[in-house]
Structure formats: structure tokens, C-alpha cells
């Protein structure tokens, strides 16, 4: 797997709210990341004594991934990930859709250099507790750096592009990705 620099950093933006920052990868621990690989590799689950379930999605280009955060039962935020100009092409209309889908947002445009996440919060985060918020937030950008170790270098480690998978309860989950109804990667 590869490391990045401790100085790399990842443009981070919050759709709902337009708070946008940059995430250096030293914010993220290399153990962290470690924790976390097997949960992205799979394609999510349940992060132990922790509340929180990862659900990693199709994505729309290889370049770029997404991912949804779910605390207990209620569905926190969805993630856009993109490394490649190919990747945040194919991806940002999809994360620009659920903004204005979920939240009646109209966004400017993507961030403007290459790696970014846009996070869009869910109606049940208004209702989670300001913990819940601010470790979504954290999770977020853990997972993202995870992410971007593990399927940014997909070539050298081995792995396949990932081919989804649908049942009836993902298609419902996921309505509000255009054409990817249904799809989840396991």
C-alpha cells in the first residue's frame, strides 16, 4: 500500500454549509489507516465499539470512490472522493446532484486541485448530537485517506476494480444515485 507524504493534503468541502479546508494526511495516523484498510478493501462494515458503519458505493470512474456514513441507524453523511482529473470529471456531477437533491443546494463547482472529498450531510445529521458531527467529520477524512492509500495505487497492490453487487435493500439505500441504483461494492 502506498504512504503518502505527511504534508500531502486533501481538499475537503462541505457541501450543506461550504465550509472547505485543507486535510493534510499528518491529521490522519498511520495505525488509523491500518484499522481502517480492511473496512474500505471489503467494501464497509460495522467499525467496532465505535457506533459508526462504513458502506462504501459504486463509483462512477475509476479515480474516485464513495462512501456513506451511517451512525446506529441513521444515515449521517455521503462522501465523493476523487484523485484523478478522470475520477472528479465523472464523480462531481453525481455529489453536485445529492446536494441539491438532499439539501436544495446549488454548489459552485468542485474543488480546485486534486485529491478532494465533498461531503454532503443527511436530514438525520440535524438531528445528531454535535459528538456525532464532529467525529463524522473526523471519519470522513479517515476514511478518505485510507481510501486514497489503498485504491490510488490499485495497480501495484493487486486490486481489481470492484464490481457491484444489488439487492432490493441497497436500491432503496442508495435512490438517490442517478443510473447506480442498487449498486454497493463487497
Known amino acids: 500500500?502506498?504512504?503518502?507524504?505527511?504534508s500531502a493534503c486533501l481538499q475537503?468541502?462541505?457541501?450543506?454549509t461550504g465550509h472547505d479546508r485543507s486535510?493534510?494526511?499528518?491529521?490522519?495516523?498511520?495505525d488509523v489507516i491500518d484499522s481502517l484498510t480492511p473496512f474500505v478493501a471489503i467494501?464497509?462494515?460495522?467499525?467496532?465499539h465505535t457506533g459508526w458503519k462504513l458502506q462504501m458505493v459504486h463509483a462512477p470512474a475509476d479515480g474516485s470512490c464513495c462512501f456513506n456514513l451511517i451512525h446506529g441507524e441513521d444515515w449521517i453523511a455521503t462522501c465523493h472522493l476523487a484523485w484523478t482529473a478522470e475520477g472528479a470529471a465523472?464523480?462531481?456531477p453525481i455529489a453536485e446532484e445529492r446536494a441539491r437533491q438532499?439539501?436544495?443546494?446549488?454548489?459552485d463547482g468542485p474543488p480546485c486541485r486534486l485529491p478532494w472529498l465533498s461531503v454532503v450531510m443527511m436530514p438525520?445529521?440535524?438531528l445528531a448530537s454535535p459528538i456525532t458531527l464532529f467525529e463524522a467529520g473526523d471519519l470522513a477524512r479517515c476514511v478518505a485517506w485510507t481510501a486514497l492509500e489503498l485504491l490510488a495505487d490499485r495497480r501495484k497492490t493487486g486490486?481489481?476494480?470492484?464490481r457491484p453487487r444489488r439487492t432490493a435493500r441497497t436500491a432503496r439505500r442508495n435512490k438517490l444515485f442517478p443510473g447506480r441504483r442498487g449498486h454497493t461494492i463487497h
Do not use: C, Y
Open 1 to 6: 500500500m502506498k504512504r503518502f507524504s505527511r
Open 12 to 16: 475537503h468541502l462541505t457541501l450543506n
Open 23 to 30: 486535510s493534510p494526511r499528518s491529521e490522519v495516523a498511520d
Open 43 to 48: 467494501g464497509g462494515g460495522v467499525l467496532a
Open 90 to 92: 465523472a464523480l462531481w
Open 102 to 107: 438532499i439539501a436544495g443546494l446549488v454548489v
Open 124 to 126: 438525520q445529521a440535524m
Open 159 to 162: 486490486i481489481k476494480r470492484v
